[in-house]
């Protein structure tokens, strides 16, 4: 079974960029990465998905290797208020049904 | 704006009580999961309902059961609850897409057997 792999934590300042990299060696041909962010006292919240290569949106990109076994998040000119659990899921339909595997998550602080 | 409610934020429940958590969401999804998340291991699946009265185990089915008689109503059930159980659970919903990952999360709720 898949397996995911994420720093536990990260720090950075208000205005720079933020590399969050994930592994997952035994992702399967159908599945695909979704990054989600999550505040105290709430549930995850989408923030990107991607299958291969690059993906842009309007909050982060997610760069993704030729053989997918990692994925890298970018948030680029981070903010006090991106100070969050960011997690890493690899998943979709299999031989068998619906698979999703979470990281652990990476706790990211921003300072001031 | 998209909605996955859950029917309590805050639960305590004694061992071996049944335990009923209750999800609705708005959005005419096809899909909705039931998650538990414990410090250091991030979120789990313990059941998924691609459908109304379809279910599927996820990688930690074992004392939970779950009930999908609506499309917009996922129940998730501890037959005998145990302390081992104590947990914030996450329910979610998505669209039937290629992907199922574009999920969209409920607030949780604190679950604590005593």
């Known amino acids: 079974l898949a397996k995911t792999t994420q720093p536990i934590s990260m720090d950075s300042y208000e205005g720079q960029e933020v590399n969050i990299t994930c592994s997952h060696n035994?992702?399967?041909?159908?599945?695909?990465i979704t990054w989600y962010q999550q505040f105290p006292s709430q549930g995850p919240r989408f923030i990107i998905q991607?299958?291969?290569t690059k993906v842009t949106n309007e909050v982060a990109s997610l760069f993704i290797p030729a053989d997918r076994k990692s994925s890298t998040l970018s948030l680029p000119r981070v903010s006090l208020s991106d100070t969050a659990v960011y997690y890493c899921?690899?998943?979709?339909?299999?031989?068998?049904?619906?698979?999703?595997?979470f990281g652990a998550g990476t706790r990211l602080f921003v300072k001031a | 704006d998209v909605k996955v409610t859950q029917s309590s934020r805050y639960l305590v429940k004694r061992t071996g009580e049944k335990v009923f958590l209750e999800c609705v969401q708005d959005?005419?999804?096809?899909?909705m999961f039931w998650y538990r998340q414990d410090p250091g291991l991030g979120l789990r699946l313990i059941y998924f309902?691609?459908?109304?009265?379809?279910?599927e185990k996820g990688d930690i089915p074992e004392g939970y059961s779950v009930s999908r008689e609506k499309k917009e109503r996922f129940s998730l059930i501890l037959e005998s609850a145990s302390t081992n159980q104590t947990s914030m659970y996450l329910c979610?919903?998505?669209?039937?897409?290629?992907?199922?990952?574009?999920?969209?999360f409920g607030p949780g709720t604190r679950l604590t057997v005593l």
């Open positions: 309902s691609y459908d109304v009265k379809m279910k």
């Open positions: 035994n992702i399967a041909t159908n599945d695909y």
């Open positions: 991607g299958y291969k």
């Open positions: 959005m005419d999804h096809e899909n």
């Open positions: 899921l690899v998943g979709g339909l299999r031989t068998g049904g619906f698979k999703t595997i």
């Open positions: 979610a919903s998505s669209q039937r897409t290629l992907s199922y990952n574009e999920q969209f």
